[in-house]
């Protein structure tokens, strides 16, 4: 059964600790998304990654870090640096970076107290 | 740059009533347009898409035109269920955002039986 895990599904932390949110995709995809959402908001680009080893920077990269050490892994790391990290945090995939149709996973909901 | 706006929600129907959810667009380039649909608590879904002016994105009762004349990409059900009640978003993509997902804020649908 082809798809994306995220894991946890609700996680904690105290304020001026890092955290990494796991995402893991079995679609064989190159291109993998990290999304940031808050209440009542639409999805903001923190992270991409067209191919492993690569990645650019989105619409709102402080305070966050990824790696793509493996085509089918792209671990976002909230850093204490992050002003406000309590939000729900997706992970998406797509066929390549020209496919327009991304595939999104169940979502991290991140509370930082 | 390129952006969506969406009505503002929360939309709240009867079962049964017809459901007409507002997107316009602005893109320099010939995007690609989507509705993803969110569930509470859940990832985002691919409901439907159109890649070029006039087409018709159709699935689940739910339908949208690509309208190139008014830059829209209205969402459509006859009849909506209970079971439709969620968050939908309408987003475009294409060569000039670099392939990346630029989305509308969303729009909350209640259906009430």
């Known amino acids: 059964d082809g798809g994306i895990t995220q894991s946890p599904k609700y996680l904690f932390r105290k304020e001026g600790q890092n955290v990494t949110l796991s995402c893991e995709q079995n679609l064989n995809h190159d291109a993998m998304y990290w999304y940031r959402q808050d209440p009542g908001q639409g999805l903001r680009l923190i992270y991409y990654?067209?191919?492993?080893?690569?990645?650019q920077k989105g619409d709102i990269a402080e305070g966050y870090s990824v790696s793509r050490e493996k085509k089918e892994s792209f671990p976002l790391t909230v850093t204490s640096a992050q002003k406000n990290p309590t939000a729900f945090y997706l992970c998406?995939?797509?066929?390549?970076?020209?496919?327009?149709?991304?595939?999104f996973g169940p979502g991290t909901r991140l509370t930082v107290t | 740059g390129n952006s969506v706006t969406q009505m503002e929600g929360p939309v709240t129907l009867s079962e049964e009533a017809f459901l007409t959810i507002n997107c316009t667009y602005t893109a320099t380039g010939y995007p690609s347009l989507f509705w993803y649909v969110q569930y509470p608590g859940e990832g985002l879904q691919l409901l439907l898409k159109?890649?070029?002016?006039?087409d018709k994105g159709s699935n689940k009762g739910f339908e949208a035109t690509y309208r190139k004349e008014t830059t829209s990409f209205h969402l459509e059900k006859g009849s909506v269920q209970v079971s439709d009640s969620a968050v939908y978003f309408c987003?475009?993509?294409?060569?000039?955002?670099?392939?990346?997902?630029?989305f509308g804020s969303g729009t909350r649908l209640l259906v009430r039986p």
């Open positions: 998406a995939s797509s066929k390549s970076r020209r496919t327009y149709e991304q595939y």
């Open positions: 159109a890649t070029k002016a006039d």
């Open positions: 987003a475009l993509s294409d060569r000039d955002s670099s392939y990346k997902l630029i």
């Open positions: 990654s067209q191919i492993v080893n690569d990645f």
